[in-house]
């Protein structure tokens, strides 16, 4: 049997009877065969010895036996690494960043305890996914939407918590900033709810974040100072109708004027819909388009347009664009989206395309025009959620094809943050793409469009793979390490990483010598002084690790 | 449910066995060798490949109910696996991509779940296919 780092057998055998006291002996996992389940499926370290893996697992059903597992753990000082459904592929699944620790499996507090449809918000148990959530507000005909992920297997709270994002409404697609309250069991055992929460009999804690004094909710995500037990999220009405459209821009300059008014436009809530930029004439897809474009394989191009494709330079030529000004390919080509009654989104639309005409040639389309509800079975002709609809389309990208004919055994995300404008989109093409040639990364081989999940931030989320041949991976690694590092000295972060990343990123976070660093470590002495939480989440170390861990 | 209502030698055990053979002759007849009173409650293949055709083929005329997928597993887990798993019924066989399968493996460890047996067919096939069993563990 394995045992937990820095654990006795003794007093893991202990412990495990203290577990199965609280849990029953049916919803603790220690054979190899069971905690197969828990390594990460897309594991860079795939097969070798430094793959992160778990010593146990267990499985509680309630708010009361976390405490009481929480409390065991405590006395028997067991590092537990919590997962919501453990569906984080490529940021780290459900592998601990403590090799060793026991796993804390939340699926089965899977209730959804209300959705409250005239106040549009839900309150959920972190084993809830997105499919759930969905088909209980579908089971009951309610007037809400959710945003989802793609895929949208994973948990609602804990996409939130590692502050994820999805493909609907501005307000709603940030999954963090969309919830509202929270219930959290501390690392001695307590009870903590957060925001209005926090008045016993509350009736506003899905209805006023930040309660009264400071407003703790942030530290609880990307981190490891408690286990989220309850949130509430924000849930969009059901629309009356959805408008896709696209704005087309010939020119390679035109970049910077189509991000400055699509700026101007999503903060001036002209359109509120999961902006997506593509550029035909260079064969990037928008977002949305990728599941068609890896099912189908991506559209046939002459034999001009792929000798032109050969002699661009950071995403330039000149012979290319007049190629494509000739044969009418658009450059750049932005989706936008919009929510709301027919006559409102039309509305909008009409500003937007006045607003985008001030780039010459700029050309418009309605692509999708519809009436809600749609038939749900209709809902795959669309990108789903974009609808609101969850799927698991999106594990075509990377499947076996004739133009994808070696998939990868898995992908790590690279997801650095870069300012919200054309230049920046082009510096950053120019330093990653030199870095990952310099590092032979498969990144940037091409020139690469940022996804717009954030209103106000661009960032790249780009799969570097995780492949059978161990050497690779290594390289592929310490690459991706020096990415971070090349990043970070042009003031470009992670936004969420795998664990085997965590420090390096955090490190890029080193204004004032690392204080931020220090307050989070500062801040886990005083509420976790066991370090029994998520060890190493987010590279905060208990102090009785960091010698040798950090 | 029940963890533990699964125990070795029942039907997933069974069905491993006849898995392998099934997945030993994908291409061509893939019928002989199968314990004849092991049924599982859905055989999946994916409609795009011959071999898994060819699986498709051999359970149907064992009489097992048969579901295609074209990659994508999201109808058949909504419709059909979930269901069945979230009462505990229903070994499940099928002949899919690793990808496909990668995902119902996922799924299935919700409700607790497992892949039993997997095993790749012979014969050089241009994608990678996966014969594969789960059941309840």
């Known amino acids: ?550 | 449910m029940n963890r533990r209502d699964f125990v070795w030698g029942s039907t997933a055990a069974a069905a491993g066995v006849g898995l392998a053979t099934l997945a030993r002759t994908a291409i061509g007849d893939p019928a002989s060798g199968w314990p004849g009173t092991a049924r599982p409650g859905a055989a999946v293949f994916d409609a795009r490949f011959d071999a898994s055709r060819a699986f498709a083929a051999g359970a149907r005329r064992r009489g097992w109910p048969v579901h295609a997928i074209e990659g994508d597993v999201t109808a058949l887990w909504l419709d059909e696996l979930r269901p069945r798993w979230a009462t505990g019924d229903a070994t499940v066989v099928g002949m899919t991509t690793e990808r496909s399968l990668l995902c119902l493996e996922q799924l299935a460890w919700d409700q607790w779940m497992r892949v039993v047996t997997r095993r790749a067919p012979r014969g050089g096939l241009a994608h990678s296919l996966v014969a594969w069993v789960i059941a309840p563990g």
């Open chain 1, 1 to 550: 049997m394995r045992v937990p780092p820095g654990v006795t057998q003794a007093d893991y055998a202990k412990a495990l009877g203290e577990f199965e006291r609280i849990v029953g002996r049916d919803w603790i996992f220690t054979s190899d065969a069971d905690l197969d389940l828990y390594r990460d499926a897309y594991s860079p370290f795939l097969n070798e010895p430094e793959e992160l893996k778990a010593s146990g697992a267990l499985a509680p059903d309630s708010t009361a036996q976390v405490q009481e597992i929480v409390r065991i753990a405590n006395r028997y000082r067991i590092p537990l690494y919590t997962i919501s459904t453990g569906k984080n592929l490529g940021y780290g699944g459900s592998a601990p960043p403590y090799s060793g620790s026991v796993v804390l499996d939340l699926k089965r507090m899977n209730r959804i305890l209300e959705v409250n449809e005239p106040n549009a918000y839900a309150l959920v148990e972190p084993g809830v996914s997105y499919f759930d959530l969905y088909r209980y507000i579908q089971e009951r005909k309610l007037k809400v939407w959710i945003d989802t992920p793609d895929p949208g297997w994973g948990s609602v709270v804990g996409n939130a918590l590692d502050r994820g994002g999805g493909y609907t409404a501005a307000k709603y697609r940030n999954h963090f900033d969309s919830h509202c309250g929270m219930e959290i069991v501390l690392p001695s055992g307590e009870l903590l709810r957060t925001g209005m929460g926090a008045i016993p009999n509350a009736t506003t804690w899905q209805q006023y974040k930040t309660g009264c004094g400071p407003w703790l909710d942030g530290i609880f995500s990307q981190s490891n100072y408690g286990i989220v037990t309850k949130m509430g999220f924000w849930l969009m009405p059901e629309p009356e109708a959805y408008l896709r459209c696209t704005v087309a821009a010939e020119r390679f300059e035109d970049l910077s004027p189509l991000v400055e008014t699509l700026n101007y436009c999503e903060n001036s809530r002209i359109t509120s819909g999961f902006p997506d930029l593509s550029s035909p004439l260079l064969g990037y897809p928008p977002i949305g388009q990728v599941q068609l474009f890896m099912e189908n394989g991506p559209p046939a191009l002459d034999n001009e347009h792929r000798a032109l494709l050969g002699g661009v330079k950071l995403g330039y030529s000149a012979e290319l664009e007049s190629y494509g000004i000739r044969k009418r390919i658009p450059y750049w080509e932005l989706w936008l989206s919009f929510y709301g009654p027919m006559e409102v989104v039309e509305a909008q639309w009409s500003a937007a395309q006045r607003h985008f005409s001030k780039i010459r040639g700029a050309r418009f389309r309605i692509v999708d025009q519809l009436k809600l509800p749609i038939d749900p079975a209709k809902a795959s002709d669309y990108h789903e959620p974009e609808l609101g609809v969850p799927s698991l389309r999106a594990f075509s990208i990377g499947a076996r094809t004739p133009w994808n004919p070696t998939p990868s055994k898995g992908h790590m995300w690279f997801s650095p943050i870069i300012p919200r404008n054309g230049a920046a989109i082009i510096e950053a093409n120019r330093v990653f793409s030199e870095a990952a040639r310099a590092l032979e990364m498969p990144l940037f081989q091409t020139f690469c469009l940022p996804a717009c999940f954030w209103e106000r931030a661009f960032v790249f989320i780009l799969a570097t793979p995780v492949t059978e041949d161990p050497a690779t991976n290594r390289r592929y690694r310490e690459g991706f390490k020096q990415l971070i590092k090349i990043g970070g000295e042009h003031g470009w972060g992670e936004y969420r990483t795998a664990p085997v990343f965590q420090k390096p990123v955090m490190d890029v976070y080193s204004f004032g010598d690392h204080a931020l660093h220090r307050l989070h470590e500062t801040l886990k002495d005083a509420i976790d002084p066991n370090g029994i939480l998520s060890a190493g989440r987010y590279a905060i170390w208990p102090k009785h690790l960091r010698g040798t861990q950090r």
